[in-house]
């Protein structure tokens, strides 16, 4: 009876693989005959919302069916498209690079451990800031992973960081910012301090007690006086950044002091 239930499970197994393939290849298929829309008619709202629409299935599915790959090249596909004010020469390849990365990865017989994944993210297209051009900001291959639940206080400290020439990624679950972390290596993570779940103090502290995450510098945000007794948990070495005024000039003594500049 027990081989009868696991040989059930594995042929389940199976079949539930085959209707992911097969539900994904529909949306690349349609992201790429959406591309195609766009380049006879124009970039569309429309169009360019089913787009993210079936971006979005696929990071979901791919994070249900482990395929971690998939569901960040997809997280990094939605993060460009909200940066994304205007449409550029450059946006049509950039966006076709990211469905032919999916496409890709989904054809792979094996899916790729850690390291290369992070060497893939770090690869997709990005923007920095469209507000200036490339001769206004030097764009830096640092990565720095922000993680708070506050949208309003996410997009801000985004803009400002992005303004510097760093790439970011923004999560607002701690626990899945410690998945994205041990695949993405970020040069950073920088934390909100109040969080459910796991606060920011938590997270960097969780980090720091992971082998192959232990030397990532970490950095905590807050709008707390900086002598508060939550922060005599941190991890040594970790840099305390202020919201408000102060976090442009706190961020910049962070840059030096981990070497990002």
């Known amino acids: 009876m027990v081989k009868v239930i696991g040989a059930n499970a594995d042929e389940l197994a199976q079949r539930d693989e085959l209707e992911f393939r097969d539900e994904a290849t529909q949306h690349i298929a349609e992201m790429n005959r959406l591309l195609d829309e766009?380049?006879?008619q124009g970039p569309q709202d429309s169009l360019l919302e089913d787009f993210r629409r079936h971006g979005h299935e696929l990071q979901g599915a791919g994070r249900s069916f482990g395929y971690p790959v998939l569901t960040m090249i997809a997280h990094r596909l939605g993060t460009y498209l909200d940066d994304m004010n205007e449409w550029q020469a450059?946006?049509?390849?950039?966006?076709?690079?990211?469905?032919?990365?999916?496409?890709?990865?989904?054809?792979?017989?094996?899916?790729?451990?850690?390291?290369e994944i992070a060497s893939i993210v770090r690869a997709l297209p990005s923007i920095i800031n469209q507000s200036f051009s490339e001769n206004d900001v030097e764009i830096r291959n640092v990565e720095i992973l922000l993680v708070t639940p506050a949208r309003a206080v996410a997009k801000l400290i985004?803009?400002?960081?992005?303004?510097?020439?760093?790439r970011v990624?923004?999560?607002?679950?701690?626990?899945e910012a410690l998945a994205m972390t041990l695949r993405l290596r970020p040069d950073m993570v920088l934390t909100s301090q109040v969080m459910s779940g796991l606060n920011g103090v938590d997270l960097l502290r969780a980090l720091k007690a992971i082998e192959v995450?232990?030397?990532?510098?970490g950095a905590v945000l807050t709008s707390q006086d900086l002598a508060a007794a939550a922060f005599?948990?941190?991890?040594?070495?970790?840099?305390?950044?202020?919201?408000?005024?102060?976090?442009?000039?706190?961020?910049?003594?962070?840059?030096?002091?981990?070497?990002?500049?």
Do not use: H, W
Request: with cysteine; aromatic share 6%.
């Open 158 to 166: 985004a803009q400002q960081i992005k303004a510097c020439g760093f």
């Open 169 to 175: 990624t923004t999560l607002a679950d701690p626990v």
């Open 213 to 217: 995450t232990e030397k990532i510098p």
């Open 90 to 115: 450059r946006s049509q390849a950039d966006l076709q690079t990211f469905v032919d990365k999916l496409g890709e990865m989904l054809e792979r017989r094996t899916q790729p451990v850690d390291e």
């Open 232 to 261: 005599s948990r941190l991890p040594e070495g970790t840099a305390i950044i202020r919201t408000g005024g102060n976090f442009a000039d706190d961020f910049a003594k962070v840059v030096t002091q981990y070497g990002l500049g």
């Open 38 to 40: 766009i380049a006879t």
